[in-house]
């Protein structure tokens, strides 16, 4: 067979092994053939990657596709545009933002999806984040109608907190409501954990101690210790226990927090994932996010570049079963 594109000379990551040596043969964009090296690979064009690692897309999973300073929503293609560019050069192939919005997400997410495609340059997806009664409500039509099964909440707006996002204020009852929704229709809830009450006792000591903030980012740091973090975490956690939600514990930044995490995964599905301006996924955590969003239908993207707002991780796995080259390509890149 005569390939499109041959990427040899490299070490190809595969899953559950070292990187190795390798060729990939592609064709029509997508892989059609891993070779052991040495093999004989006919093809139009042949990509030298020695001294690299060809590996799979990464899927960014966390981020806010914005507009300025505005992180709530792209308002524009050119937003989309920039940040995909941007995304593909590092190997990032699809990312999931988080939208922020007070409307029922009905009511603007055609609109967001149009801007957000017409600039894209790489597959992408949306988690919904739920903060209104409204929203509440459309859980089961997001996860059903919209492929977003996806639910962020923001479990330190309360006390008037939620301004600062231009969001109302919720409690652990609407936690736990969403909980019992995501559960029931296959979603899954992603927590931003903070205990805010005690952040703020916490901040008032500060002050007082440092009114001038002489101490900086100490003081900033000493009003948000681990336990803050961690006590959300372990929260967040007996609720999805008692309800049956799986969990996605976003942007984990301590070890305390990371120590309750995985105390609550021994008992249901519980993600942690890692904190820090580089994308960096631990594989057993990937795994784990990609069997789960296989299991209850997920909102990454397609190959062809539809949103997946229409379809699923397991209409995507019944199409590669059928099909041994609708891998989308993977990338070089530099050790």
């Not at 101490?215 to 740091?221: E, M, P």
């Amino acid at each position: 067979m005569n390939f499109d594109l041959a990427i040899v000379g490299g070490e190809v990551a595969l899953p559950g092994r070292d990187p190795a040596p390798a060729t990939v043969a592609v064709t029509d964009g997508k892989i059609a053939a891993i070779v052991q090296p040495g093999d004989k690979v006919e093809a139009k064009r042949t990509l030298d990657a020695s001294g690299l690692v060809v590996l799979p897309g990464v899927l960014d999973v966390h981020l806010h596709l914005g507009h300025g300073k505005d992180i709530a929503r792209p308002r524009e293609s050119r937003d989309a545009s920039l940040e995909t560019a941007a995304a593909a050069v590092g190997g990032v192939t699809t990312f999931i933002p988080y939208l922020m919005a007070t409307e029922p997400f009905e009511q603007i997410f055609d609109d967001v999806r149009n801007v957000t495609e017409s600039g894209a340059r790489i597959d992408f997806g949306y988690h919904f984040i739920i903060s209104t009664e409204a929203q509440l409500a459309g859980v089961p039509a997001y996860a059903s109608d919209y492929g977003a099964p996806s639910f962020k909440i923001f479990m330190n707006n309360r006390g008037g907190e939620g301004k600062r996002l231009g969001l109302p204020d919720i409690d652990d009852g609407f936690l736990f409501r969403l909980c019992q929704l995501s559960a029931r229709n296959g979603g899954m809830v992603c927590p931003h954990p903070e205990n805010i009450e005690v952040a703020w006792q916490l901040r008032k000591e500060v002050m007082e101690a440092d009114p001038k903030g002489s101490g900086g980012l100490a003081s900033w740091n000493a009003t948000r210790p681990p336990f803050v973090e961690a006590d959300a975490v372990q929260r967040a956690g007996l609720f999805a226990r008692n309800t049956g939600s799986p969990l996605y514990i976003v942007h984990t930044s301590s070890a305390q927090a990371l120590d309750a995490a995985r105390a609550g995964r021994n008992v249901l599905a519980v993600t942690p994932t890692a904190s820090g301006k580089t994308l960096v996924f631990a594989l057993p955590v990937l795994e784990t996010i990609l069997s789960e969003f296989g299991r209850r239908g997920s909102n990454a993207a397609t190959e062809s570049g539809e949103s997946t707002a229409t379809r699923t991780m397991p209409e995507r796995r019944r199409e590669t079963s059928q099909s041994p080259s609708s891998s989308p390509t993977l990338p070089a890149t530099s050790r």
